[in-house]
């Protein structure tokens, strides 16, 4: 058997970046080495890199989202990237959407261990979920699919003027392109790639801004929000 991988020690980095919620961000670091390769949330080759490559890529998204505003973070998986944009934002609402059953119990437990107050726990598909949870300001995302679904699945969520802010990699810009016509059919008025963490994690983190305009989805999705909406407004009256 395989000797686990030793969790390194947090960088100086760290410190800056979560502040008072530096403790807890190293109980959320030794939770995702020790519970999150167990239950196969994380590999283990990503133990020595944790730091780098997940919290504190993660957490630097912060510099991209608006203040007091609601969050959605589809396929959350093991907290990534909601679980440290919480940590350094406790202004934010945030949902963590996250379909598999190990999954979001692991993030229960994360969140009621850091007594991340501010942070909801939704089992679900985000195409499942338009007209069950509330349309939010800002979806992000990180690691779930190409652009084009991600998108599909994601700008529907957001509330009119919304945005989507997903961390990719070397290829934002070629995944940009080549979703350009899905954004567009999808309600998305403008595009961009941002780098953010400078000072904080090198390479810098990229990420992928969709901002839609009064119709989030476009056409293909106005029907089943207006059908959402009178839904809700029928359960309301009850």
Same mark, same amino acid.
């Given at each position: 058997?395989?000797?686990?991988?030793?969790?390194?020690?947090?960088?100086?980095?760290?410190? *800056?970046?979560?502040?008072?919620?530096?403790?807890?961000?190293?109980?959320?670091?030794?939770?995702?080495?020790?519970?999150?390769? =167990?239950? %196969?949330?994380?590999? @283990?080759?990503?133990?020595?890199?944790?730091?780098?490559?997940?919290?504190?890529? /993660?957490?630097?998204?912060? *510099?991209?989202?608006?203040?007091?505003?609601?969050? /959605?973070?589809?396929?959350?998986?093991?907290?990534?990237? %909601?679980?440290?944009?919480?940590?350094?934002?406790?202004?934010?609402?945030?949902?963590?959407?996250? @379909?598999?059953?190990?999954?979001?119990?692991?993030?229960?437990?994360?969140?009621?261990?850091?007594?991340?107050?501010?942070?909801?726990?939704?089992?679900?598909?985000?195409?499942?979920?338009?007209?069950?949870?509330?349309?939010?300001?800002?979806?992000?995302?990180?690691?779930?699919?190409?652009?084009?679904?991600?998108?599909?699945? %994601?700008?529907?969520?957001?509330?009119?003027? %919304?945005?989507?802010?997903?961390?990719?990699?070397?290829?934002?810009?070629?995944?940009?392109?080549?979703?350009?016509?899905?954004?567009?059919?999808?309600?998305?008025?403008?595009?961009?790639?941002? =780098?953010?963490?400078?000072?904080?994690?090198?390479?810098?983190?990229?990420?992928?801004?969709? *901002?839609?305009?009064?119709?989030?989805?476009?056409?293909?999705?106005?029907?089943?929000?207006?059908?959402?909406?009178?839904?809700?407004?029928?359960?309301?009256?009850?």
């Amino acid at each position: 058997m395989t000797e686990a991988a030793e969790l390194p020690p947090a960088p100086e980095e760290a410190r *800056e970046v979560f502040g008072d919620r530096f403790d807890d961000a190293v109980r959320y670091a030794e939770l995702l080495a020790e519970a999150g390769v =167990q239950r %196969g949330l994380i590999g @283990p080759r990503e133990v020595p890199r944790l730091w780098e490559r997940h919290l504190l890529n /993660c957490a630097v998204l912060s *510099e991209a989202v608006p203040e007091g505003v609601t969050v /959605c973070d589809v396929g959350s998986g093991a907290g990534l990237p %909601g679980i440290p944009l919480a940590l350094v934002r406790d202004d934010l609402n945030i949902t963590l959407l996250e @379909p598999l059953l190990r999954r979001t119990t692991f993030l229960t437990e994360v969140v009621e261990l850091l007594g991340l107050d501010h942070v909801t726990v939704v089992r679900g598909r985000a195409e499942e979920m338009l007209g069950k949870v509330p349309p939010v300001h800002v979806v992000t995302a990180r690691a779930v699919a190409p652009l084009d679904r991600l998108a599909t699945w %994601g700008i529907p969520l957001l509330r009119p003027y %919304g945005e989507m802010l997903a961390l990719k990699g070397d290829t934002a810009e070629e995944e940009l392109k080549a979703a350009s016509t899905a954004l567009s059919k999808l309600g998305a008025v403008s595009t961009s790639v941002l =780098q953010v963490g400078e000072g904080v994690v090198d390479p810098l983190s990229t990420v992928v801004r969709v *901002e839609v305009g009064e119709s989030p989805g476009g056409v293909r999705f106005a029907a089943k929000r207006a059908k959402a909406a009178r839904t809700s407004r029928t359960r309301r009256r009850r």
